[in-house]
């Protein structure tokens, strides 16, 4: 999980109280995942079927709002970026960078991804109207903002990403796609002997080389328009092709191949042989007839087709308990991605620690179970982090103490109201020996509990 908020301007870190409620907060927000209401009101309210015990039992929903309305993840008055602003050195994402940086730097540090990756976008939905909201028509999600993502192919862990902000002046000499890829790829930290696949927007013969010269592969699809593919047509698949019909072409090191399957499939790979006798089941029409059989496939087809899935299977891993909500701030909605982004990174390095440590016998956490023992657990942190003041001796006599951090007092529900059936009643008032919280009030239950001892 990504560290929680600054406490303020000046970057302090969280302390008693306050750090408790942040951490109830986020226990609320994995809650909305897994409950789903129209209005965040709603999981207060106490007629059927909205009566929730949780989170109306933990925070009250004023506090709860508060701190929601008043959540920064930077400073919200950086001077020395405003004046940047209609420069190229103005940093568009100043609103939640700390947070950006962090969670992308915990994703590289927790795991090492295995042989084979993929580079894909992803989009954040949001209706918000400012320039770096993205349009693309053949994602799910048309309207929002776009990350480009580096994904493990295996398990869909999600090793590294950036948010695109927009044109730029590129530095390399190269377009869009090729930088991303690059910028997606630190070779120091990550070494040789990968694989990337990628898809007709990324793959180019100048990206596949450059990448070769790092000691790493690359496989995908690729457009016929790119500069440096093969344009003879000796070569070329017939008009009329069959289902299964291959041709391909070699370039020193660069295979580029051509498969007809309902269309025609274009390839460009560094690491694969053109063809070794696969084959893949597809129905073809012989003699009118409609049947199934074997055709040849490619090993570039097969091996993408396995690869090239871990975004798409990241971003669906997400989307099944997704805590986002409607929000008037736009750096928001990053929020709650990244939170998002960190229980799912979470819940898959759970998985793959279990399979090291006990491979057999203990059967995983489901991501529905494994957010719910989640839940759990920082609700038991967050009770245990609350101050209570222990004496360096045990006391030998009952005296009333108040709860206190170092910041407010802390209340608690009153022990004795609580048996007689008067629940939620809560005072910051204790006894020092027994430990208890007990009223001081005109009906003292500080007395009556002592009394009946």
Known sequence: MPKLPRDNKRGKSLSGNKRVLHIVKLAVIIFTGLVTVHKYADYWRKTSPYNFSFPRDKITRGRFEAILWSLHLSNPTDEENERKKTTWEYDRLFKFKPLYSELVEACKTHFHPRQNLSIDERMVASKARISMR????????????????????????????????????????????????????????LGGGYTVYTDNFYTSPALVQDLAKNFIGCCGTIRRNRIGFPKTQVNDLPKKAERGDLRWIRRSNLLFVKWMDTREVT???????????????????????????????????????????????SDALIGYYSVSHKTMKWYKTFFYHFVDIAVVKSFLLHKELLKLRNPTQTKPHTQKSFREQLLKEMLVFAEGSAATPLPASTPTTCMPLYYA???SRIRKHCKWCLNAGIPRVKTSVYCRKCQVPLCLTAKNCFQLWHDNQ
């Open 134 to 189: 993205q349009y693309m028509k053949d994602k799910p999600t048309k309207w929002g903002y776009k990350l480009f993502v580096l994904a493990d192919s295996s398990i869909a862990y999600t090793w590294n990403f950036f948010v695109y902000t927009g044109k730029s002046v590129s530095t390399t000499g190269h377009g869009l796609s090729y930088t991303a890829v690059m910028d997606l790829l630190p070779f120091a930290a």
């Open 267 to 313: 390839m460009s790979s560094l690491v694969h042989e053109a063809f070794t006798g696969q084959t893949v089941r597809r129905r073809v029409k012989e003699a009118g007839v409609w049947q199934v059989k074997s055709v040849p496939v490619p090993d570039a087809v097969v091996d993408y087709n396995h690869g090239m899935g871990g975004v798409d299977l």
């Open 405 to 407: 951090s170092d910041d």
